[in-house]
């Protein structure tokens, strides 16, 4: 499973790329808007700091227009996947990029029809939303279920990355049910490696190291 955070703060994209983990960044107006910087500058930065997709969001409503944008993003760095609403604008431009060789993101995905459509239209990436899902109590696990069997049926090679995710569970639940990517929120990345048995284990481990007075080097 590919992990790709969910961030546009370039402090914490820095840190996490240092451990070797990130395959990929995922960005949309709510964040950059949080980095309180110009788009078109920490989109860059971020492209420079990892090698992965980087998934910059276009905001027109309209095919044509969502082109033009997608066009001054591909122009930042080789490593940009345009994100795409999935609205039928959104899924005609998706069509127009991956004929080109563009890599594509749709986003605001909430239905398995919706995520076929996305294959269909050449997505490189489709984005459920498991979490805003689960905020209206509805399963958004089961989306993913859905999206994989239907993608396994037909061989689309569009790619599951489980999106809005909220917990570390999120986290196993879509890795067991195959999803491709997750994007993850820095805070709940670096909560996957935490276990108090494996905070207890090592006290332990070290107090006795300690005892035998030796050193390794
Ligand atoms: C990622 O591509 C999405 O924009 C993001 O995961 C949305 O997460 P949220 O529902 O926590 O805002």
Same mark, same amino acid.
């Not at 890795?175 to 990517?181: E, Q």
């Not at 935490?194 to 090592?202: A, I, M, R, S």
């Given at each position: 499973?590919?992990?790709?955070?969910?961030? =546009?703060d370039? %402090? !914490?994209?820095?840190e996490l790329? @240092?451990t070797g983990?990130?395959?990929g960044v995922?960005?949309?107006?709510? /964040?950059?808007?949080k980095?309180g910087?110009?788009?078109?500058?920490v989109?860059?930065?971020?492209?420079?700091?990892?090698?992965g997709p980087?998934?910059?969001?276009v905001?027109?409503?309209?095919?044509? =227009?969502?082109? %033009? !944008?997608?066009r001054e993003?591909t @122009?930042?760095?080789?490593?940009?996947?345009i994100k795409?609403?999935?609205? /039928?604008?959104?899924?005609k431009?998706?069509r127009?990029l991956?004929?080109?060789g563009t890599?594509?993101n749709?986003t605001?995905c909430f239905?398995a029809?919706?995520?076929?459509?996305?294959?269909?239209?050449?997505?490189?990436f489709?984005?459920?939303?498991?979490?805003?899902?689960?905020?209206?109590h509805?399963d958004?696990l089961?989306l993913?279920?859905d999206?994989?069997?239907?993608?396994?049926?037909?061989?689309?090679?569009t790619?599951?990355l489980a999106a809005s995710i909220?917990t570390?569970?999120?986290?196993k639940?879509?890795?067991?049910?195959?999803?491709?990517?997750?994007?993850?929120?820095p805070?709940?990345?670096k909560?996957?490696v935490?276990?108090?048995?494996?905070?207890?284990?090592?006290e332990?481990?070290?107090?006795?190291w300690?005892?035998?007075?030796?050193?390794?080097?």
């Open positions: 499973m590919k992990f790709f955070v969910d961030t =546009a370039t %402090a !914490e994209i820095k790329a @240092a983990l990130l395959d995922t960005t949309n107006p709510s /964040l950059i808007m980095a910087r110009p788009m078109k500058e989109i860059a930065e971020i492209c420079d700091l990892v090698d980087v998934s910059a969001e905001v027109a409503m309209e095919k044509d =227009a969502m082109l %033009a !944008e997608a993003l @122009a930042i760095a080789n490593n940009i996947c795409l609403p999935l609205t /039928l604008e959104g899924l431009a998706c127009v991956s004929d080109q890599q594509t749709v605001l239905s029809n919706q995520a076929l459509l996305a294959a269909k239209a050449g997505a490189t489709i984005s459920p939303f498991i979490g805003r899902l689960d905020d209206i509805i958004g089961d993913i279920s999206i994989r069997q239907i993608y396994d049926n037909y061989m689309f090679e790619e599951i909220r570390a569970n999120h986290v639940d879509c890795a067991l049910l195959g999803a491709d990517v997750a994007t993850i929120p805070a709940t990345l909560a996957l935490k276990h108090p048995l494996t905070e207890k284990g090592l332990s481990f070290m107090a006795d300690a005892k035998t007075g030796q050193s390794i080097i």
